[in-house]
């Protein structure tokens, strides 16, 4: 019995996730790039280590570049 009622408030929490995502509006590329610049900016300004920060901001540029983030239209997945 408790085992089923495990599953089935897993099964449940489940539907209701998957449901609230379908509710979500898709992500825009210009919403897509206003995230990636965003964070990009908070790497520069709190990251401690400033060669560290500027390979992670390149990294995440580069990736942005070959498209990498294109693909991406649920805004949890990017967030």
Known sequence: M???SCL??????FA???Q???QLPRLTAA???SVIDTLIAKVNSLYIYEDVAQK???SIRQHQ???????ISQRTVLG
Do not use: I, P
């Open 2 to 4: 408790k085992r089923s």
């Open 8 to 13: 089935l408030g897993w099964l449940l929490s």
């Open 16 to 18: 209701v996730n998957a």
């Open 20 to 22: 609230q995502q379908a």
């Open 31 to 33: 919403e897509r790039q």
């Open 56 to 58: 992670m901001t390149a």
């Open 65 to 71: 570049k070959h498209h990498g983030y294109d693909t």
